[in-house]
């Protein structure tokens, strides 16, 4: 259970991770630091880290029922009452 | 007659028997649980359509920005002061409420009204999500101005799409609502930060005046509209951003969510989800559509979504419009489907999803439903519209007048003619109103809440209680 636990940890902070390098890839390309081609580049590779991570992140449930209950106790999951 | 009717009248309440009963005051949700469900909840691959179509509607800058913040303003108050207070005295769906208010004969027209423009709108979905597969595949894709499909491998492609979605709207719909809440925060950022990284091309700036300066000059400029396009100023801006989402407040369908909320506050929480997808996405297409015009010299008008979005992002782009098109086409073909169930003679839910998929995906096969989406979006709201005024005036001001509430509910119609009549005349006293298609529902409200009142005192003389028995079963 813990390694489970352990991993949705994990995804979840890769997946907040992606979207500030995505955030971040935007607005250095606003600010002249990075070029268009740079930006999609970063960018694509924020997309492909949002979708490994995330689901772990977001739905648990998806990968068994082990997962789901591990997702009860992760960090930035929705506690049960 | 009467059997037909009873029959009808049993197969809608299956549908709608599981939130029957009135929500339990241990089921209440609280602020941030609304705040969680409304985040995200506009992005919808539309918003990559109508963000550039206020470019090429030729809107001013200053318009845009202050007619979207007020009217997203009278969006959040609509939910928070219409929808919400009703929701929570009542705890029902709209359903449930109106079949107690017009009888299932209303809630069967309402059901059919609504499944036929679901799938105007989940065709128009497709369509925008089309656009970016088109790439891949090196097919002509329509632009912003078209109306007929641009040729064989655009309809190859719809269709496909179409298959897909529907496929998975039949075998998959909960998986689907999940990844739709993965892909949410993601697609906002693709808005927000694709829109960032193209505004240098637009052109250069060193400060804000600069940059507003580039908003009202290069984006936003005010100038004449493209060709077929009508311009628009604020009060189109503002009413749109009002009524876009009319269906939901002022025609009261979010009472399915707000029956669980603590108070009728928690409709300020739908500002959450309102301003990022109806205030920053928009914008952000925008600005998006302008660049790509300016770097790729070609009209706006004749660059597709898809287009746009790949120019503006690369993949992710050209991912976020057939992902924001396909997680919103997919619970608007589902609902359909449900609505159109009750119509269908015991038929499995597979083959009404199926059917409403078919018919969404021939709509999608034409790019004139989204290149008149703004229009379309005007008549969605419009035709429900009457709706939500019968319902607010038998929940606030029948009692007042010393009529009997609910009287369809209560003496066991079918149908209750008011409230028919009441939506058949305001319909038809929206079309010939003197002003613009967006601004017709807010007298058209007050049109039906009138002339419901009126046909309600009526129709409680002429049909005192227990009058028409040919609906055994139907009572409340």
Redo the contacts between chains.
């Keep these: 259970m813990k390694i489970r636990v352990a991993i949705i940890n994990a995804c979840s902070i890769a997946a907040i991770a992606s979207l500030l390098l995505g955030l971040a890839a935007g607005i250095a390309a606003f600010a002249g630091a990075l070029d268009l081609d740079g930006f999609k580049f970063w960018f694509n590779v924020s997309t492909v880290v949002w979708f490994i991570a995330s689901p772990f992140w977001f739905v648990p449930g998806l990968f068994g029922p082990e997962f789901a209950k591990a997702g009860d106790e992760a960090w930035l999951r929705p506690k049960k009452k | 007659m009467a059997e037909k009717r009873k029959t009808i009248t049993e197969r809608l309440d299956a549908l709608y028997e599981f939130d029957r009963e009135p929500v339990t005051t241990d089921k209440l949700q609280t602020g941030r649980s609304f705040a969680a469900l409304f985040a995200g909840e506009h992005v919808a691959g539309t918003e990559f359509v109508i963000g550039a179509m206020f470019v090429l509607h030729g809107v001013k800058a200053t318009d845009l920005v202050f007619g979207l913040l007020i009217g997203n303003i009278l969006a959040v108050l609509s939910w928070t002061f219409i929808c919400a207070p009703i929701a929570v005295r009542i705890r029902l769906t709209l359903y449930w409420y109106l079949r107690r208010i017009g009888g299932p004969g209303v809630t069967f027209i309402y059901n059919i009204a609504n499944a036929f423009l679901y799938c105007i709108l989940a065709g128009a979905m497709i369509s925008v999500a089309a656009t970016a597969i088109g790439l891949a595949f090196d097919v002509r894709c329509p632009g912003l101005n078209e109306v007929w499909p641009t040729g064989a491998g655009w309809v190859v492609i719809v269709l496909v799409t179409g298959g897909v979605v529907t496929a998975l709207a039949i075998f998959g719909f909960e998986?689907i609502s999940?990844?739709s809440?993965?892909c949410s925060?993601?697609m906002l950022?693709?808005f927000?930060?694709?829109?960032?990284?193209?505004?240098?091309?637009v052109g250069p700036f060193h400060s804000a005046a600069d940059l507003w300066e580039l908003a009202k000059t290069k984006i936003w400029s005010g100038g004449a509209p493209a060709p077929g396009r009508e311009p628009l100023g604020f009060w189109h801006i503002c009413f749109f951003a009002w009524f876009c989402n009319l269906a939901m407040h002022v025609d009261l369908s979010d009472m399915a969510l707000f029956r669980y909320a603590k108070n009728y506050k928690s409709g300020l929480y739908t500002a959450v989800g309102v301003f990022p997808g109806h205030y920053m996405a928009w914008l952000a297409s925008g600005v998006m559509i302008a660049a790509a015009a300016i770097v790729l010299k070609t009209p706006a008008q004749d660059i597709s979504p898809g287009q746009m979005a790949w120019y503006a992002?690369?993949?992710?782009g050209a991912?976020a419009v057939v992902l924001a098109g396909w997680t919103t086409a997919n619970p608007t073909m589902y609902r359909a489907g449900l609505a159109l169930q009750t119509v269908t003679p015991n038929w499995p839910r597979w083959v009404i999803t199926l059917a409403a998929g078919t018919v969404t995906t021939v709509f999608a096969c034409f790019p004139y439903i989204f290149m008149q989406l703004l229009n379309f979006v005007a008549i969605y709201g419009l035709i429900l519209m009457p709706i939500g005024a019968v319902v607010f005036a038998e929940h606030w001001i029948i009692p007042r007048l010393g009529l009997q509430q609910y009287r369809a509910g209560e003496r066991g119609w079918f149908v209750s003619w008011a409230a028919v009549a009441a939506w058949a005349l305001t319909l038809l006293a929206c079309w010939f109103l003197p002003m613009h298609l967006f601004f017709r529902w807010l007298p058209g409200w007050f049109i039906a809440l009138g002339l419901y009142l009126l046909l309600a005192v009526v129709e409680d003389k002429l049909r005192p209680a227990n009058a028409d028995a040919a609906a055994p079963g139907v009572a409340s």
């Excluded at chain 2, 927000?192 to 091309?201: E, I, K, N, R, T």
């Excluded at chain 2, 992002?313 to 992710?316: K, N, P």
């Design positions: 998986r999940q990844f809440a993965v925060p993601w950022l693709v927000f930060a694709a829109a960032l990284a193209v505004l240098p091309q992002a690369g993949f992710s991912l």
